[in-house]
C-alpha cells in the first residue's frame, strides 16, 4: 500500500469571484494549497450549471497545481477525454451516474488520468467496495451536491470512518476527499477520521484571508499525519 498522502487542501473554484478569476488562481498557486477542485454541473443530475470546457482550459493556462475535476453530469464517460485534453490531472465521477462504473473508471485511467468516483449523502458506502481498490480517491459529498456554501451533513462523519475502514479492509490505496460544508472549525475532525483531501469552497473564497484560511485548514491535519503513516 503506498504511502498516504494527509492535509491536502483542494479549493473549490466554483465559490472564487468570477470577475476576478486569474487573481483567484494566482492566489492558490501562492498559497498553501495542494489542488484546483473544478465542479462541472450540467443542470441534470445537480439542480445546477456551472462550467465546461472553455473554464477548465483557461484555468489549467493559469493554474500551477493540479487540476481535481468533479463531474456533476449525466453520462460523463462522453466527456472524459475532452477533460483530459484540456488539463484535467484527476477526474471523478458519480457512482449514481454511471451505469458501467468499472467500465468508466478505466477509461479515466486509460486516457491518464487519477480516476474518482464521487458519492452523495445518501449512498452507502459498501456500495464501492467491488471497484474501490481500482481507484485513486473516493469523493464523499458532506452536502447534497449542486451549491456551494451549503451546510455540512453530520452523519458524513460516520460514513468517512466506514469508507477509512473499507480501504484499510480491502488495501486499497484510494485517498479520501471531503466535499461539502468543509470549515475551520470542523476540518480537525474530519482528519482525524480519514480524511486525505478537504474540499473548501465558500470557508475560503468568502474569508478575510483566503491564504490564511487554507493554511489553518492544512494545519488541522498535523496531529494525525505520523499516526497514519505507522498504520
Given amino acids: 500500500m503506498k504511502e498516504k498522502i494527509r492535509g491536502y487542501i483542494a479549493p473549490s473554484i466554483l465559490?472564487?469571484?468570477?470577475?476576478?478569476?486569474?487573481?483567484?488562481?494566482?492566489?492558490?498557486?501562492?498559497?498553501?494549497?495542494?489542488?484546483?477542485?473544478?465542479?462541472?454541473?450540467?443542470?441534470?443530475?445537480?439542480?445546477?450549471?456551472?462550467?465546461?470546457?472553455?473554464?477548465?482550459e483557461a484555468i489549467n493556462q493559469v493554474a500551477q497545481k493540479p487540476l481535481d475535476v468533479h463531474l456533476m453530469i449525466v453520462q460523463p464517460?462522453?466527456?472524459?477525454?475532452?477533460?483530459?485534453?484540456?488539463?484535467?490531472?484527476?477526474?471523478?465521477?458519480?457512482?449514481?451516474?454511471?451505469?458501467?462504473?468499472?467500465?468508466?473508471?478505466?477509461?479515466?485511467?486509460?486516457?491518464?488520468?487519477?480516476?474518482?468516483?464521487?458519492?452523495?449523502?445518501?449512498?452507502?458506502?459498501?456500495?464501492?467496495?467491488?471497484?474501490?481498490?481500482?481507484?485513486?480517491?473516493?469523493?464523499?459529498?458532506?452536502?447534497?451536491?449542486?451549491?456551494?456554501?451549503?451546510?455540512?451533513?453530520p452523519h458524513s462523519f460516520q460514513k468517512l470512518s466506514e469508507l477509512k475502514q473499507l480501504i484499510r479492509d480491502t488495501g486499497s490505496s484510494a485517498l479520501i476527499e471531503v466535499d461539502g460544508g468543509v470549515t475551520q472549525e470542523n476540518a480537525r475532525r474530519l482528519f482525524e477520521n480519514g480524511a486525505d483531501i478537504l474540499v473548501a469552497g465558500s470557508s475560503v473564497f468568502k474569508s478575510a484571508n483566503p491564504t490564511a484560511t487554507i493554511a489553518e485548514l492544512r494545519k488541522s491535519a498535523h496531529p494525525f499525519m505520523a499516526a497514519d503513516l505507522s498504520n
Wanted: aromatic share 10%.
Fill in 15 to 56: 465559490s472564487a469571484n468570477f470577475l476576478h478569476l486569474e487573481d483567484e488562481i494566482r492566489m492558490v498557486n501562492s498559497s498553501d494549497a495542494d489542488w484546483f477542485h473544478i465542479d462541472v454541473m450540467d443542470g441534470v443530475f445537480v439542480p445546477n450549471i456551472s462550467f465546461g470546457f472553455p473554464l477548465v
Fill in 77 to 153: 464517460e462522453k466527456y472524459i477525454e475532452e477533460f483530459r485534453s484540456l488539463g484535467a490531472d484527476h477526474i471523478s465521477v458519480h457512482y449514481e451516474a454511471c451505469t458501467h462504473l468499472n467500465r468508466t473508471i478505466h477509461q479515466i485511467k486509460n486516457v491518464g488520468a487519477q480516476a474518482g468516483v464521487a458519492i452523495n449523502p445518501h449512498t452507502p458506502v459498501a456500495l464501492l467496495a467491488d471497484v474501490i481498490r481500482d481507484l485513486d480517491i473516493v469523493i464523499l459529498m458532506s452536502v447534497n451536491p449542486g451549491f456551494g456554501g451549503q451546510k455540512f451533513i
